[in-house]
């Protein structure tokens, strides 16, 4: 496994097709998860040399916390079906690694365990349009110790991920003969996560959407209801800020004015997503609206997920002022090939690119990552008008 595009064909023969179909599928027609990737390939590098580069330094300051490099693991919704105490793994993977990452409000492990075994973690909430309820659920994400409030604001309603009824997956997953013989004939996933996971800790359920335990990952009748998130409003997010006395980031921003309402609502942070093509397709890839979100809030840390999986493509992000990236897929398939020696290793990997990256281009820091170190900026797409036309 030389770079992170080695898993996923490891991942991909490890997993049932239904599981793997959720991890790797976008929606409708991968449109957004396409354009994700060719965003990146479209900016070229502009290396200068003879700059003395025999050591480099990749760490960073983010919400008051040192980092060792700049990207962490994004949140990814029941990583625990596809990797034996997937959140865990993969938060724990993190921590050794000292960068950041954050838990998915999907998740099948509690997320008071997983803080107890990752201290530092980041909380992933998609929240309700309900007062109620969302008290009651940051009270629990207090109770746990969690410092930064990641809040998804790109899912009012479930995407429309055909890939994932084709291949026979859902939430919950309904028994059936051929999601058994999927099991059957993948027996290392069977016996070394799914039946593992059932003999000591029973059948997984969805621990952390609201303050009480949500649905079972396996049943015939229940059903998710997603309706309660299309309430969700700013209104919300306004009595969020006065409640929440941590950090508190709102991801799945892709405007400008959304930007400038994020910050008007007293967020410390954006996240500049399109949910890795997960959620609307034919959505803008993240980079292209980079430089404009940055311009828009130049004092907020704005950050990006969606399609990287290069070191290069982290330096690309920097240059249009990311203050880091988020990386999904690859570090799910990390975690079910390999566990949190798997996730060590990517990270590892992704972490060398970039630091072997700096060297030829002449860098020796993170601050000198700027826009002089990819092609002109009159050739970039979507430069950032002035600030005032969104307002």
């Known amino acids: 496994m030389l770079s992170l595009n080695d898993l996923e064909p490891l991942a991909r023969r490890r997993l049932p097709r239904p599981l793997y179909a959720y991890v790797s599928g976008a929606v409708e027609d991968s449109v957004s998860l396409a354009e994700n990737r060719r965003a990146f390939t479209e900016i070229a590098l502009r290396p200068r040399v003879l700059a003395g580069v025999a050591t480099r330094e990749l760490d960073f300051e983010l919400f008051g916390r040192r980092y060792a490099a ?102 919950p997953l309904r028994p059936s003969l051929r999601l058994a013989w999927q099991g059957i004939t993948h027996p290392r996933w069977l016996l070394g996560t799914f039946a593992r996971t059932l003999l000591r800790h029973g059948m997984p359920h969805f621990e952390n959407a609201y303050a009480h335990r949500g649905a079972p990952i396996l049943s015939s009748r229940v059903l998710r209801d997603f ?107 990390a975690a079910t090939v390999g566990s949190t020696p798997g996730v060590a290793h990517a990270i590892d990997l992704l972490q060398a690119e970039i630091s072997r990256d700096m060297a030829m281009l002449g860098l020796t820091r993170l601050a000198d990552i700027g826009p002089a170190c990819i092609r002109p900026a009159a050739s970039l797409p979507h430069m950032p008008p002035h600030p005032e036309t969104y307002r």
């Open 70 to 171: 700049p990207f962490g693991v994004a949140p990814m919704g029941i990583a625990a079906l596809f990797a034996y105490r997937g959140d865990i793994v993969l938060a724990q993977a993190a921590q050794q690694a000292a960068v950041p990452a954050i838990m998915s409000g999907s998740s099948l492990i509690r997320l008071e365990e997983v803080m107890a075994a990752a201290p530092g973690t980041w909380f992933q909430a998609y929240l309700p349009g309900d007062v109620a309820q969302i008290d009651g659920l940051l009270s629990r994400v207090e109770a746990a110790g969690v410092s930064t409030l990641v809040i998804t604001v790109d899912t009012p309603v479930a995407g429309n991920r055909e890939n994932n009824v084709r291949a026979g997956f859902s939430t």
């Open 227 to 333: 309706s309660d998130r299309a309430h969700f409003t700013w209104t919300h997010l306004e009595a969020i800020r006065r409640r929440w006395q941590g950090t508190l980031v709102v991801k799945g921003i892709l405007t400008a004015e959304d930007a400038l309402l994020a910050r008007r609502h007293g967020v410390d942070g954006v996240i500049v997503s399109n949910h890795g093509g997960r959620q609307l397709d034919g959505a803008i890839a993240p980079l292209r609206v980079l430089p404009e979100i940055v311009h828009a809030v130049p004092d907020l840390p704005v950050m990006l997920d969606s399609g990287v999986c290069r070191g290069t493509d982290v330096i690309k992000a920097l240059a249009l002022g990311a203050r880091c990236v988020f990386v999904g897929r690859p570090f799910a398939y």
